[in-house]
T-cell receptor
Framework: DAGVTQSPTHLIKTRGQQVTLRCSPK?????VSWYQQALGQGPQFIFQ???????QRGNFPDRFSGHQFPNYSSELNVNALLLGDSALYLC???????????FGQGTRLTVV | DAKTTQPNSMESNEEEPVHLPCNHS???????IHWYRQLPSQGPEYVIH???SNVNNRMASLAIAEDRKSSTLILHRATLRDAAVYYC????????????FGKGTKLSVKP
């Protein structure tokens, strides 16, 4: 089992551009959550997907959107990038009702 | 969600026990106490969780105060690989939602 895999590992974008980050959950996991982690801070919850629907959302603007596919993989899209969007983006997967969440290694996004 | 308070940083010597404290004075009766850790350049990983009783697993032990207003993560013999940021998180029983991370405690382990 490859665990949670995220792509790409690093990305540099220009302010105003759009970006798509991808996540493949651990085998069999049906729930995917996305987090943003600024330097020196703990991860902040963006949103969670279950059964291809957004189930819960954190305090992030509509520029942040997502999608979950029938195979449970997920994408995070960010439009109109700001310098402040530079961060490590983490994907976590779990089984519904399970205690433990499994995190990927993240995608490091730099906006210049 | 109830808040947790942890020291910003702690130091330990290799092969010695480490006690990482967490205060959660506003914890509710249905909140579980979870611990995750984040090694350098990695995503967070689950360590342990508990509700009322002390818990042990292969990674660590969790000691929960009788009034549940504080808890301590215990690493019995710290190794260099245990150097990480440790997060104490409260999560409501039955919650399928997000984990709310604070800044955590950065643990340094000296050889």
């Amino acid at each position: 089992d490859a665990g949670v895999t995220q792509s790409p590992t690093h990305l540099i974008k220009t302010r105003g551009q759009q970006v798509t980050l991808r996540c493949s959950p651990k085998s069999g996991h049906d729930t995917v959550s996305w987090y943003q982690q600024a330097l020196g801070q703990g991860p902040q919850f963006i949103f969670q997907y279950y059964e291809e629907e957004e189930r819960q959302r954190g305090n992030f603007p509509d520029r942040f959107s997502g999608h979950q596919f029938p195979n449970y993989s997920s994408e995070l899209n960010v439009n109109a990038l700001l310098l402040g969007d530079s961060a490590l983006y983490l994907c976590a997967s779990s089984l519904t009702n399970a205690i433990e969440a499994f995190f990927g290694q993240g995608t490091r996004l730099t906006v210049v | 969600d109830a808040k947790t308070t942890q020291p910003n940083s702690m130091e330990s010597n290799e092969e010695e026990p480490v006690h990482l404290p967490c205060n959660h004075s506003t914890i509710s009766g249905t909140d579980y106490i979870h611990w995750y850790r984040q090694l350098p350049s990695q995503g967070p990983e689950y360590v342990i969780h508990g509700l009322t009783s002390n818990v042990n697993n292969r990674m660590a032990s969790l000691a929960i105060a009788e009034d549940r207003k504080s808890s301590t993560l215990i690493l019995h013999r710290a190794t260099l690989r245990d150097a990480a940021v440790y997060y104490c998180i409260l999560r409501r029983r039955g919650s399928q939602g997000n984990l709310i991370f604070g800044k955590g405690t950065k643990l340094s382990v000296k050889p």
